[in-house]
């Protein structure tokens, strides 16, 4: 038994689970559970759409890495699971997570704390009516982009260059949520910036600037093609990473994330302005994905990360943990 396997105990890699984006999330676990038992770590794949989340108690886990990615892994339910379990889990707590997964409730708290975001207009399905549609252009300016508010993935989002368009993009995004978010369009670089730790001792790694091809950072081109370009280091002007870097960052702190985030920024090509589109608590570790490509540039090995980040796992009441512990 190696010390990564005393120092973690048994560990379940949180993966699959019932979401739109349930086929990442399995590329994902696979990936860092792969990397983990390399690692000496008594790591061990756990399916919560085939087990019941108590079965894990029953099965003697001690930590949990959550490698779901959407609901029901993403937005605040698992994570309250494991409260209740005791077990830490790696990433952003019950509340950070619930906020941090709604685009619309990340939007108020960033604007809230004066930091750039796209202009937006929420709609809610069936409630919307064919003025409210008309309005959008003029309100958000074309293009636009209408996406469903808790989902990620790039599931259900449409650029919409046309009035006549709106209608059949909120269809597409209300299929998939409640909520639909419309949001003006800003034309310019797309990057990415990763965040690892907690509070003060946060920090960011490489900003990635990504060029897809057609400017379509879709669910195919992040997933299942090598056509899109990841260029990191960055080649942006002089300074502008290091804005976007202390953007970021602030971001994530006002959340209350922890453990690990990555935040989606777009750059005005006319003013430079960075805008800050969302965050994911929970980001992809397949072989396209960009946490792993950022650490990569700093030295860090993808099994670095992986073991990095179940060590940092953590609970929001860790008291109880301990209280139970001393029973």
């Known amino acids: 038994m190696t010390t990564s396997s005393v120092q973690f105990g048994k560990v379940a890699v949180l993966m699959g689970g019932q979401s ?25 794949a756990f399916d919560p759409a085939q087990q019941g989340m108590h079965e894990l108690r029953s099965q003697g886990f001690s930590r949990c890495f959550i490698a779901l990615h959407g609901r029901y892994g993403e937005d605040g339910t698992v994570q309250g699971a494991l409260e209740l379990l005791g077990i830490p889990y790696t990433g952003a707590g019950v509340l950070a997570s619930s906020m941090a997964i709604d685009k619309v409730m ?21 409630q919307s009516n064919s003025e409210q549609l008309l309005s959008l252009p003029r309100e958000l300016g074309l293009p636009l982009i209408v996406k469903p508010v808790r989902e990620g993935s790039s599931l259900g989002v449409t650029k919409v260059t046309d009035a006549s368009q709106v209608q059949a993009a909120v269809q597409a995004a209300a299929a998939m949520d409640a909520d639909i978010m419309c949001e003006q369009f800003i ?9 690892l730790g907690a509070g003060d001792s946060a920090r960011a790694l490489p900003v990635i600037h990504i060029v897809a091809p057609e400017g379509q950072y879709d669910y195919q081109n992040k997933y299942f093609t090598d056509s899109t370009q990841y260029r990191v280091p960055c080649d942006l002007p002089a300074g502008e990473e290091e804005a976007i870097q202390a953007l970021v960052l602030k971001a994530y702190k006002v959340l209350g994330c922890r453990g690990w985030g990555r935040l989606d920024v777009m750059i005005d090509a006319a003013t430079r302005k ?43 009441y860790p008291a109880r943990q301990a209280q139970e512990a001393n029973a």
Request: net charge negative; proline share 4%; aromatic share 4%.
């Open 187 to 195: 034309s310019g670089d797309e990057v990415t910036c990763a965040v």
């Open 106 to 126: 990340t939007k108020r708290i960033w604007i809230a704390e004066g930091l750039s975001t796209p202009r937006h207009v929420l709609l809610q399905r069936g």
């Open 20 to 44: 739109a984006e349930r086929d990442v999330s399995l590329m994902s676990g696979a990936g860092v559970l792969a990397a983990l038992r390399s690692r000496g770590v008594d790591a061990h």
């Open 274 to 316: 960075p805008y800050l589109l969302e965050i994911n608590t929970a980001p992809g570790m397949t072989s396209h994905s960009l946490v792993p490509m950022a650490a990569k540039a700093v030295g860090i090995s993808y099994e670095e990360l992986c073991v990095s980040l179940l060590a940092s796992a953590s609970l929001d």
